[in-house]
């Protein structure tokens, strides 16, 4: 069932503060106003979103000095033929034709 904006108010315990120019402040409120949605909301949602998308895009890689010189040299090893793909980047996009 969908959270009312009363329960996910109450839900929500603590408080981020910022200062933003006038600008910042028009351009946040036009976008949320043309989703219908509050301020508040809105800049949670993006701020949520941009920092889920941080934390996917991190990568760690623990390998010792064997594997990390075997994973640089399957790295720096040329492709192996694939005459699939090769037609595939060779052929015109259907907007192209």
Request: proline letters at 1%; aromatic letters at 6%.
């Given at each position: 069932m969908?959270?009312?904006s009363i329960?996910?108010?109450?839900?929500?315990?603590q408080n981020i503060?910022?200062?933003?120019s006038?600008?910042?402040?028009?351009?946040?409120?036009r976008?949320?106003g043309?989703?219908?949605?509050?301020?508040?909301d809105?800049?949670?949602?993006a701020?949520?979103?941009?920092?889920?998308?941080?934390l996917?895009?991190?990568?760690?890689f623990?390998?010792?000095d064997?594997?990390?010189h075997?994973f640089?040299a399957?790295?720096?090893?040329p492709p192996a033929?694939?005459p699939?793909?090769?037609?595939?980047?060779?052929?015109?996009?259907?907007?192209?034709?």
């Open positions: 969908a959270t009312t329960e996910s108010k109450r839900l929500r315990g503060n910022l200062r933003v006038r600008s910042q402040k028009a351009l946040i409120d976008a949320a043309a989703l219908g949605r509050s301020r508040s809105f800049m949670l949602e701020a949520c979103r941009a920092a889920e998308s941080t996917l895009d991190q990568r760690y623990h390998l010792d064997a594997e990390f075997r640089t399957l790295l720096d090893r033929d694939n699939r793909l090769r037609r595939l980047l060779h052929t015109k996009a259907p907007w192209e034709k």
